[in-house]
T-cell receptor, first 110, second 114 residues
Framework: ELKVEQNPLFLSMQEGKNYTIYCNYSTTSDRLYWYRQDPGKSLESLFVLLSNGAVKQEGRLMASLDTKARLSTLHITAAVHDLSATYFCAVDGFGNQFYFGTGTSLTVIP | DAGVTQSPTHLIKTRGQQVTLRCSPKSGHDTVSWYQQALGQGPQFIFQYYEEEERQRGNFPDRFSGHQFPNYSSELNVNALLLGDSALYLC?????????????FGQGTRLTVV
């Protein structure tokens, strides 16, 4: 079974700082997704990465994909409080059967 | 354009009972997938429906069953509820022939089994 691991599981960072969340997965796939989830809410799509070397940026978030290393990163630049949430990566195993990571709970401290 | 809608939003059931959750996919989408998200965990794939057939299934017992209707909406049924079935149930819709495969999630149904 495809395994997806994220680290760190918990991240507390000060406003204005930079940090990276890592997502490793166990089998070949060229489809990697990042989602955000606020407490008690559903999943909001952040990025869709569909090929090796893909890089996408939206505001203070940037995601990249290295399919050879089976690694994706979500980089946070100059964090602000509004980014506090849980972030999940998900790998498309086959036909939109998503395998999710354990999630990274991010808290941005003023 | 309405996104993915699920009903009900919250539900409380007793052990041993049966429950039905409903999902309407995003307009234009033909595939519905169901996920279970326990507290503090990532979502786990239950099954996927396309053309009114179960196309894929995750590691869930037969107590979990589903259905897809001709209008692409879907139901998730869980029989003989256990306390461990308490979770957020998420429905995701997608388009099987899309080159940019993306799944959109509904707001979820919070099921509490007591």
């Amino acid at each position: 079974e495809l395994k997806v691991e994220q680290n760190p599981l918990f991240l507390s960072m000060q406003e204005g700082k930079n940090y990276t969340i890592y997502c490793n997965y166990s089998t070949t796939s060229d489809r990697l997704y990042w989602y955000r989830q606020d407490p008690g809410k559903s999943l909001e799509s952040l990025f869709v990465l569909l090929s090796n070397g893909a890089v996408k940026q939206e505001g203070r978030l940037m995601a990249s994909l290295d399919t050879k290393a089976r690694l994706s990163t979500l980089h946070i630049t100059a964090a602000v409080h509004d980014l506090s949430a849980t972030y999940f990566c998900a790998v498309d195993g086959f036909g939109n059967q998503f395998y999710f990571g354990t999630g990274t709970s991010l808290t941005v401290i003023p | 354009d309405a996104g993915v809608t699920q009903s009900p939003t919250h539900l409380i059931k007793t052990r041993g009972q049966q429950v039905t959750l409903r999902c309407s996919p995003k307009s234009g989408h033909d595939t519905v997938s169901w996920y279970q998200q326990a507290l503090g965990q990532g979502p786990q794939f239950i099954f996927q429906y396309y053309e009114e057939e179960e196309r894929q299934r995750g590691n869930f017992p037969d107590r979990f069953s589903g259905h897809q209707f001709p209008n692409y909406s879907s139901e998730l049924n869980v029989n003989a509820l256990l306390l461990g079935d308490s979770a957020l149930y998420l429905c995701a819709s997608s388009l099987v022939d899309s080159q940019i495969t993306e799944a959109f999630f509904g707001q979820g149904t919070r099921l509490t089994v007591v």
